[in-house]
């Protein structure tokens, strides 16, 4: 029988989602807007602060942010493509021609194993740098592939990762990523060896090869673009080799062990955490003791990533629902994929409150894990280091530590019925606050640094006529994230520095199959990552914000509860926005209908 890809179904049974667009708290936008009324643009004795996110858009004017658009960027040529393609704003350049450093070109992937290339830094282009960019150009030729993880390391440090676009028989999609590596140059500027972990599988039945080129932009520094205040010594965790590694149980630990420069003063661990098989789509897993009956994946949908140094609880990040184009229904995302999802945003945590425990000449272990995880989780990570260049050694502590392993979590359950047929109602929500504080004695000073943080997150499933073969689940999930680092030095406050993350998820399926499986599936969502950063403190004042929202619904043809046959009624739009105190803005929206793009408004300012 000649039909399309196989219905792939994720945890214990089938895959069913309608959401109301979740508001971020209105406090968030006030916050965020008097910052930006009042901040001038940073300035340049900022870089002392150790600014502990990469700025979304920094010192670039709207008219620099277009010139430095990618060639493929959205446009109008688009409209009538089911070519993948995405609203996401351009990494920002200096007006300057760059120094090209190839990684691979014209690679095929069609092997489940790794790839090695050797890669070198450009010739006769020194440093420092004003901004680095990675760039990578992808396809799949046309055929039946599933959506495959994607991750490039250079000595062993992830300079990209997401995943792949899924084709079709008739579609063999190209894409574009790009990410600002900047903060990676004291790795980048050494010859190493590049692994691309792209796991492929091509025979008979599943025939897309994936193909690329990738390679480094490096922009030498100007009056008019000065040189980025970078960390000296870049890590890779866990650093070896094979990319993410996974995390199959709650108790699994992803660990390195380093001994840092006697000098260090901060420290950042950029962190990913991405959900795979039984996991891929967490938020839909319900209590273990009620997941049988309700056809679902176990261990409720709480997942969050604890950090430990030396077992000590350091850290904690919340996990982001990304949803692959292969989710709940590939057609969802042709042309416009999910929020980030072929190329994935790590979550940056500040560990400066260690950095006293970390200098002090010991190996120090760092360690991952993941709440809830169901088999399985892959994580990976980077550890960014700073010294003080005054001085040979430091001497420091940490004051204070108030963050607990493990999320407190409630659950409230309210179902009626028994299996096969189940209706009602299960709540899951965590709230967690904490403080971490430590000092640092350097050739400027003692310096003391404050992270206040707060993860809330919540998950509302609502069930209906829920059955191995028809029903209704509705969820609704908000996560929300933030962070106050607070550095003071022996003339009082350096910065402070705010960041918020929210994550809302709307998601409805409507599953209606007869007695053979065929039938519906009727799929709603409404995807976003909303993200702000604040910096305040005598000389130093800057506000940026992003907004990421993609909303998708389908019609799923589904024959033996297992081909999918077609759809219909396919729609989708993504909206993003990203602004900051300097000026720079950019904003862009795409419709698609019918798998096809039917509207792509041109970049412009919207704030």
């Known amino acids: 029988m000649n039909v399309a890809p196989r219905l792939r179904r994720k945890g214990n049974g089938t895959r069913r989602v309608l959401f109301p667009v979740m508001d971020l708290p209105r406090k968030l936008f006030s916050c965020l807007a008097a910052a930006l009324l009042c901040a001038p643009p940073l300035a340049s004795s900022a870089a002392t602060a150790h600014l502990p996110r990469e700025l979304v858009i920094s010192h670039a004017h709207v008219a620099g942010a277009v010139r430095g658009m990618r060639p493929d960027e959205a446009s109008g040529r688009d409209v009538g493509s089911a070519n993948t393609v995405t609203a996401d704003a351009p990494v920002p350049r200096p007006h300057e021609t760059p120094c090209i450093a190839p990684i691979f070109t ?259 272990t760092i360690s991952l894990s993941v709440d809830n995880a169901d088999n399985y989780f892959q994580a990976i990570g980077t550890l960014l280091v700073y010294e003080d260049h ?97 550095t003071l030095g022996r003339s009082g406050l350096i910065s402070t520095v705010t960041d918020t993350v929210s994550f809302p998820l709307a998601e409805s399926l409507v599953t209606v199959l007869d007695d053979t499986g065929t039938g519906t599936q009727v799929s709603k969502l409404d995807q976003h990552f909303v993200s702000s950063h604040v910096v305040t403190g005598p000389g130093v004042n800057y506000a940026s914000y992003v907004s990421n929202e993609v909303a998708p619904t389908d019609t799923l043809d589904i024959l033996d509860d297992e081909y999918i046959t077609g759809n219909s009624n396919q729609s989708s739009v993504q909206r993003y926005s990203a602004y900051d105190s300097t000026g720079a803005c950019y904003s862009q929206t795409i419709t698609a209908a019918n798998n096809v793009v039917t509207a792509v408004t041109p970049p412009h300012c919207t704030r």
Request: one cysteine or more; a negative charge; glycine letters at 8%.
């Open 106 to 364: 014209d690679a095929t992937f069609s092997q489940y194993a790794p790839q090695t290339f050797p890669y070198t830094p450009p010739a006769g282009c020194p440093g420092p740098y004003a901004k680095i960019v990675f760039n990578g150009n992808f396809g799949v030729t046309k055929g039946i592939q599933f959506d495959r993880t994607a991750a490039i390391e250079i000595g062993n440090v992830p300079i990209y990762f997401g995943t792949t676009a899924e084709p079709s028989p008739n579609l063999g999609p190209t894409w574009h990523v790009e990410r600002d590596v900047t903060a990676y140059a004291a790795l980048l500027t050494v010859p190493q060896t590049t692994e691309a972990d792209i796991f492929n599988i091509v025979n008979s039945q599943y025939t897309g090869v994936i193909h690329g080129t990738t390679f480094l932009q490096f922009y030498p520094a100007a009056a008019h673009y000065p040189a980025a205040a970078v960390p000296d010594v870049v890590l890779p965790f866990p650093g070896v080799p094979g990319g993410p590694q996974q995390l199959p149980t709650p108790t699994s630990q992803l660990t390195a062990t380093y001994t840092l420069p006697l000098n260090t003063e901060s420290a950042y661990l950029d962190v990913y955490a991405q959900s795979q098989q039984t996991d891929e789509q967490y938020f839909n897993c319900a209590p273990t003791n009620v997941a049988g009956e309700l056809f679902a994946c176990p261990n409720g949908p709480l997942r969050q990533t604890e950090i430990a140094i030396d077992g000590k609880p350091a850290g904690v990040a919340p996990v982001y629902p990304w949803i692959y184009t292969g989710g709940l229904d590939p057609y969802l995302w042709f042309p416009l994929p999910g929020v980030q999802t072929l190329e994935f945003v790590p979550y940056r945590i500040d560990l400066t409150p260690f950095a006293g425990l970390l200098a002090n000449g010991a190996s120090h």
């Open 390 to 486: 005054g001085s040979t050694q430091v001497t420091g502590g940490l004051l204070e530590d108030t963050l607990v392993p493990d999320p407190p979590e409630i659950t409230v359950e309210h179902l009626q019925g028994t299996s096969p047929s189940v209706d009602g109602t299960i709540r899951v929500s965590s709230s967690r606050r904490y403080a971490i504080k430590g000092f640092v004695s350097t050739s400027k000073g003692r310096v003391t640094t404050y992270v206040s943080g707060a993860l809330e997150f919540d998950n509302h499933q609502s069930y209906s006529n829920e059955s191995d073969f028809t029903g209704t689940l509705v969820v609704h999930q908000q996560t929300n994230a933030s962070t106050v680092v607070t």
